[in-house]
């Protein structure tokens, strides 16, 4: 079983940083891709920036020219470097990866336990 490790949440001003990191463990054979996902209280999961396995890259409108999703491939790990952070980017940060087993099994998605992030004075 494909099992994601995220860590680097916690308590930041507005207009400072933080940096999640996710790896991705468990047999894995593909990866196709991998990605953040936010949630609040209340209201739906939302993407924030995926990375598809040679594909364009893909950010929420609101952490545009803010966060930046990059991934090391040979560790299986994606990254969100997240800059400028408001009180809006509040939220538990959801690690995703799409991923395959084996060459036979078929693609399936992926999420970590998640990791909470606040901005606040």
């Known amino acids: 079983q494909v099992q994601l490790v995220e860590s680097g949440g916690g308590l930041v001003q507005p207009g400072g940083s933080l940096r999640l990191s996710c790896a991705a463990s468990g047999g894995i054979f593909a990866i196709y891709n991998m990605g953040w996902y936010r949630q609040t209280p209340g209201k739906q999961r939302d993407l924030v920036a995926t990375?598809?396995?040679?594909?364009?890259?893909n950010y929420a409108e609101s952490v545009k020219g803010r966060f930046t999703i990059s991934t090391d491939n040979a560790k299986n790990t994606v990254y969100l470097q997240m800059n400028s952070l408001k009180p809006e980017d509040t939220a538990v940060y959801y690690c995703y990866t799409r991923a395959k087993q084996t060459i036979i099994s078929p693609q399936q998605d992926y999420w970590g336990q998640g990791t909470q992030v606040t901005v606040s004075l």
């Open positions: 990375i598809p396995t040679g594909g364009r890259v």
